[in-house]
């Protein structure tokens, strides 16, 4: 008898991938937010955001990775907070963070400053951190209704794993869930049977790579670990050609719920959210942006709106 499908996606992951040690510790951690916060009458979204790394080496030196920086979860996370939802914020290790998001350490360092001294307090010049006084605010009552918990990774291995922790750990809490999937997430690695041992040597000549597939975790995430979760994907390309026929494939193949389809030139300013019945245009308008109005208003208004008859159609 052949073996379930769901066997292969799980043994490649169990031998292709290293499993992190605290993986078990982080999905008790989940499941009990997600337990928390849907017995309190909320949704739960899981926002991946990020890139991945790809180790070349066992003790790595040198790997491969993309350039993403974490806005667009980052941005995410607080306006879906804003619309009622408490987030599972699984991010890259050092990406953008929801509220600090557009502080960089430069500017931090610069606006501090001693009163009374160099051992006298430190005060915030609030003109070159503006708004800081209500963002921290913010984040305070954040942090004190438990409405965030940041889940870190860093490489492949250890996000394609934390994910299927996370899809297990809110299938408890069925059509409440939203599977928010914005990491960058590469598609090619090298299995840890293959992975060299010691860093790469130059004096061997030219490096030549060749490069596994990663397994679609989307697959039995949508149809196993979290059946009756809202899933969206995100879909990114240089070529707009081709963008939303990717998006409806990816549709028709894994069955989930939307996809989010950008080009890489123009993704702050105009996405395509695709549903297998409907493909609506996300614009930022001139005046949007002098207003300082980002993409992600429009993206999560649009998502929590498609969850909200999701949850209808599913009795929940």
């Known amino acids: 008898m052949a073996e379930p499908r769901i066997s292969s996606i799980d043994g490649k992951l169990a031998e292709e991938f290293a499993v992190p040690s605290h993986v078990e510790e982080v999905k008790e951690k989940m499941a009990a937010f997600a337990e928390h916060h849907a017995a309190a009458g909320r949704r739960v979204v899981l926002i991946t955001s990020g890139g991945t790394k790809v180790p070349l080496e066992s003790r790595t030196v040198r790997f491969l990775d993309n350039f993403s920086s974490g806005r667009r979860g980052a941005s995410s996370a607080e306006y879906f907070i804003e619309t009622g939802y408490a987030v599972i914020f699984l991010h890259r290790h050092r990406s953008l963070y929801p509220y600090t998001r557009m502080f960089s350490t430069m500017n931090m360092l610069d606006a501090l400053k001693f009163r009374g001294g160099d051992t006298g307090e430190v005060v915030v010049n609030q003109q070159v951190l503006p708004n800081i006084a209500k963002v921290l605010k913010r984040y305070q009552e954040v942090k004190e209704n438990r409405l965030l918990l940041p889940i870190e990774f860093n490489t492949l291995s250890e996000y394609l794993h934390l994910l299927k922790a996370a899809a297990q750990a809110l299938s408890t809490i069925g059509s409440k869930a939203m599977f928010y999937l914005a990491a960058a997430v590469s598609d090619f690695y090298i299995p840890a049977s293959e992975m060299p ?120």
Do not use: C
């Not at 010691?198 to 030219?206: E, V, W």
């Not at 790579?209 to 240089?238: G, Y």
């Not at 069955?255 to 996405?271: K, P």
């Open 197 to 316: 041992e010691h860093k790469i040597q130059s004096s061997n000549g030219p490096l030549q790579l060749s490069m596994n597939m990663v397994p679609k975790i989307l697959s039995p995430l949508v149809k196993d670990w979290a059946p009756q979760a809202f899933v969206i994907s995100f879909k990114l390309e240089t070529d707009a050609s081709i963008l939303l026929d990717k998006a409806r494939r990816a549709l028709e193949t894994y069955r989930h719920q939307a996809v989010v389809a950008n080009v890489l030139d123009s993704r702050r300013g105009y996405v395509v959210v695709v549903t297998p019945e409907t493909q609506a245009e996300l614009i930022l308008t001139e005046e949007d942006e002098k207003n300082e109005v980002e993409i992600e208003v429009r993206i999560v208004s649009n998502l929590t709106s498609a969850h909200n008859k999701f949850i209808t159609q599913q009795g929940g």
